[in-house]
């Protein structure tokens, strides 16, 4: 119940129960130090491994919290970015050795790769003859 000083704002946002049943631990990524794991309950001894409670996870479980992470999403953004840009810039330059009318005009990547198996096929047959 709300208090006369209380709004709705003030509140955490209500849970369902797929977050509840994924955060494991009944908090959310963000009581956790926004990593997605649960926080250990007591402090690690010294030679004591951190992850020692995790182990009765499974690994896709442990690889899902990890993935759900800020930090990664934002790494494997930028990586597919990068990726993305240098996919593009091979069909580019791909695209400037087929010979087309006009020589400027808009060919999807499909079309690239049709045009330069067809242009391959016709060096080859020109070779041969």
Do not use: W
């Not at 494997?76 to 810039?89: K, S, W």
């Not at 087929?98 to 067809?118: H, Q």
């Amino acid at each position: 119940m709300l208090n006369s000083e209380q709004t709705e704002l003030d509140l955490p946002p209500p849970r369902s129960e797929a977050e509840s049943a994924f955060s494991g631990c009944g908090g959310s990524a963000e009581d956790a130090g926004g990593v997605g794991l649960c926080p250990p309950a007591r402090a690690a001894e010294p030679g004591e491994p951190v992850k020692k409670e995790l182990q009765h996870l499974s690994r896709e479980e442990r690889r899902r919290r990890r993935r759900a992470t800020a930090k990664y999403r934002t790494a494997h953004a930028t990586r597919e970015r990068i990726r993305v840009e240098a996919f593009n810039m091979a069909f580019a330059e791909l695209r400037k050795l087929l010979p087309t009318l006009p020589p400027d005009k808009k060919l999807s990547k499909i079309e690239i790769l049709r045009l330069a198996i067809c242009y391959i096929s016709y060096l080859n047959h020109v070779l041969d003859v």
